[in-house]
Structures are given as C-alpha cells and as structure tokens.
C-alpha cells in the first residue's frame, strides 16, 4: 500500500518501509519536525532528496501532478489542524472533494455525512448550526472532527491520520479513536496509518505493527 | 556604478521572471477554461464575480455619475452647450479611454489586493496543501475561476461606468445648466460607433485578464512567510497598474494612432 525505499532527506537517513494493505499501523516520530517532513513526503507535498516512496505502487516522486491528484482522490488524510479551506462553511468543506471529483452531491453522501457526525454523540440541533460556520474560529478538535468526516465520505482506501489525538481532552481523544476504529473497520481491506511523535495519545488505537523510527 | 549596475540587472532578471510567470498563467488558463464546467470550479466563479463584479456596482455608478459630471461641466465651461461636441468629447474620453481605464483601476484598488492577499495567507497556512492532499490541483480550483470571475467583472463594470458616466453626468447637468437631457443622449448615440464600443469592451477584457493574472500569480507566488503577503499585495497592485496603462496606450495606438 505504502513503500519507502531508502528515503534520505534532512530527518531520515536511508528510510525503508512497507505498509500493508488492510492492516492499521502507527508509525512513532521523534519530533514534531520530523513528523511533519514524514507526512509531507507520504502525501505527496515534499520530495526526498534520495530514494522513492510508492502509494497504490505508483511512485511519487515521478508522478505529473494531474497522476497525483487522481491518485490522492483515493487516499483521505486528517490533518493536526483539520486542513479546512478558510473560506469556505463547514458543510462546503465537508462535501468539497466528493463534489469536486465526483460532480455531484448526491443525497446518500448528506446522508452519510450526517449519520459520521451522530456516531460521533454530536448533537443535532448544534449540528445545523455548525454547518453554516467559517472553520476559523471552531475549536481543533472539531475541526479535525470535520476532517475527518470530509475524508471518509470519498470512502478512501487508505485513511492517513496526522497526531490527530494530541492535545485533546479524554472523552475528545476517545471520541476521536472510536470513530476511526470504526471507519477502518466499516470496510474489509481497509488501511489506516496513524503518525504521531506523541505516543501516549495513540495508545487506545489498535494496530497491527507499531513503527518507531 | 557597479552596485546600480547590479541592482538593475538583478531588477531586469525579476522584471523578466515576473513577466514569464504571468505569461505562462496566462497560458495555463486559456488552455484550461473547459474546468470551469466543472461545478465547484464555477461556484467560486459565481462568487468571484459576486464580490468583485456586483458588490463593486455602488462604487462604479457613484463614481461614474461624478466623473460624468466633472467632464460634463468642463466641457460646457470650454465650449458652451454644443451640443454634438459634448456628445463627441463624452464619447472620446469616457467611452474610449476613462470607462474601462477606471474600471480597472477601481478593480486593482478593490479586488486586485483582497485576491493576493486571500490567495497568500492561503499558502501561509498550508490550504493549498490540503487542496492537494484533496486530489484537488489548487491552481485549477482557486486560480481559474478568479481570472475568469475578474475578467468578466471588469467587462461588465466598465459597460456600467459608461452608462452611469454619460446618464449621470448629462442627467445633472440638464437640471443644473437646463441642458436638454434627450437632444444630447441622442448626440451621443450619433457619435458612438460599433467600432469605439468594440475598442472599449476589448480594453476592458484584456486589463481584466492583466489584473487577474497579476494578482494572481503574485498571491501564490507567497510561499511560507506571513511578511510575504502585503509586499505580494503590493506587488500585485503596483504590476496591474503598470500592465493596465502600457496595454491602454498600446490599444490606444493601434486602434486610432
């Protein structure tokens, strides 16, 4: 699913991995830095100065950015801060990349969208509400919430989470790992792929293989 | 001497780079436009367009009925009430050169800056890279509709000045000076030909393809730094200026030299 072939790059030297299809994996950072060069490398953003990194077995450090975008249209990525576009409402951000790679936003996306918020115990009448909002001012857990549920409506074969349990209040961080157990589950072949530095906030989540770098 | 000599090399090579940027955005853009079937792409059309084209309508009709006024005013103070010269100078000056002249600057001075600015600190906080991460190329989605949005919004504002311009201007005159508001609107229907009104709109087109492109690129040209910004607004405002009033002249030349 995930192959890192001798990745050099300032953090890492000579980096070799392999990620299985349908297996859950945590992959333990040093830093925060390093954390953040790892996940740019993994999603595409960065380029290693040494070696090559494949996703659904396409390389891509060679891939044209158009190959990219169709890949990445099959990978969800939860990002620390939520990754939302500031100048769009929630629910704009929610249905953006079905729509965008999609056409259209069909009714059973609404409805799935609504039922990913309810399994989270958010309530209803606030969920409306929270719909219309810019991102901005929301608080990060609910802003990773929404990250989250925008990533999963494109039902993606593989779902990278970047430290998103750091930082949060118990009950916010439980919340956070119930769901993402459960949309790994949700589908058979499922991979998940959860970094982070902080290796206490990933403790409730059960992998496969922990990966200490 | 060798210090000025340097700083214009390395101004000139910048100048160049700047000039290839656009170019090549430009570039992009005609050869992409088809994305704007795409229905995301064209709700940031339609709003691209709302706030650059429509919310700026006010503004242009105030400042079009003054402008209106002033030429109107000096020209009665020049040549009396003539009226087929004040229809004629109104069509030289407002149709021809300050309609679409001021509707782009209008447009650097409201949209030109909010676009570099937006696009930047979307850069600065890593929006374009979620846009990516998305599978969405940031370029189509955020670049391709602002061009075509600023661009059909300088078209269609610069019909607007004209309008205002000449309704205003002889509208308050004929109260003012008791003028005959419909001898002179006739006058300058008379003095108005396809090919002045092909001129304008062709001017207003490309200044809107010039702002857009400028504060465009200039917006994403921001790469990590929150500094960046206002020097990439400044840029943006500074650059369209420049490209507006070069291309006028040229147009201007071509079409009546």
């Known amino acids: 699913m995930i192959r890192f072939e001798n990745v050099t790059t300032k953090n890492f030297d000579s ?5 299985e299809k349908a297996s859950a994996y945590k992959i333990i950072t040093n830093s925060d830095y390093e954390n953040r060069e790892l996940l740019n490398i993994m999603l595409g953003l960065e380029k290693p100065e040494y070696g090559r990194v494949f996703i659904f077995n396409e390389d891509l450090c060679t891939l044209p950015e158009k190959e990219l975008g169709r890949l990445f249209s099959r990978v969800g990525a939860v990002l620390i801060d939520g990754g939302m576009i500031s100048n769009l409402k929630v629910w704009e951000n929610i249905v953006l990349p079905v729509w965008y790679h999609s056409g259209k936003i069909s009714e059973d996306i609404e409805k799935k969208a609504i039922q990913r918020f309810e399994e989270t115990g958010m309530d209803i009448s606030y969920l409306g509400e929270l719909m219309g909002k810019l991102p901005g001012p929301l608080p990060v857990h609910e802003k990773r919430l929404i990250g989250f549920i925008r ?3 494109l039902e993606p074969e593989l779902m990278i989470y970047d430290s ?3 930082g949060l209040s118990p009950e916010m961080s439980e919340t956070l790992i119930r769901v993402s157990g459960t949309f790994h589950s949700g589908k058979a072949g499922r991979t998940s792929v959860y970094i982070t530095p902080d290796e206490q906030s990933v403790e409730g989540i059960k992998a496969d293989t922990v990966l200490r770098l | 001497m060798m210090i000025n000599a340097q700083k214009l090399g390395k101004n000139t090579i910048k100048t160049f ?20 079937h795409k229905a995301p792409i064209r709700a940031v059309l339609y709003k691209q367009v709302y706030f650059t084209g429509i919310e700026a309508l006010s503004k242009v009709a105030l400042i079009g009925v003054l402008i209106g006024i002033v030429i109107i005013t000096q020209i009665v103070n020049i040549a009396g009430s003539n009226a087929v010269l004040i229809g004629k100078i109104l069509v030289w000056t407002v149709v021809r050169e300050l309609g679409p002249l001021l509707a782009a600057i209008i447009i650097i001075a409201r949209s030109g800056t ?5 696009l930047g600190s979307m850069k600065v906080s890593g929006e374009t890279d979620s846009l990516r991460i998305m599978g969405i190329n940031p370029v189509e989605y955020l670049l391709i509709p602002r061009i075509a949005g600023i661009t059909i919004s300088v078209f269609i504002l610069t019909f607007y000045f004209q309008i205002t311009a000449i309704a205003g201007g002889l509208g308050f005159t004929s109260i003012v000076r008791e003028l005959p508001f419909v001898q002179h609107l006739k006058v300058i229907f008379s003095a108005l030909s396809l090919f002045e009104i092909s001129v304008s709109l062709t001017k207003s087109l490309v200044f809107g393809l010039l702002i857009s492109t400028v504060s465009c690129y200039q917006g994403f040209s921001v790469k990590s730094s929150i500094t960046e910004i206002p020097q990439a607004a400044t840029r943006a405002v500074m650059q369209s200026l420049f490209l507006v009033f070069i291309f006028d002249g040229i147009i201007t030349l071509i079409s009546f030299a």
């Open chain 1, 15 to 19: 980096l070799s991995f392999e990620i």
């Open chain 1, 151 to 153: 990533a999963s409506l």
């Open chain 1, 164 to 166: 998103i349990f750091e």
């Open chain 2, 17 to 36: 780079r700047y000039l290839t940027g656009y170019y090549e955005l430009l570039c992009y853009f005609i050869k992409n436009i088809r994305l704007l």
């Open chain 2, 114 to 118: 909010a676009i570099a600015s937006e």
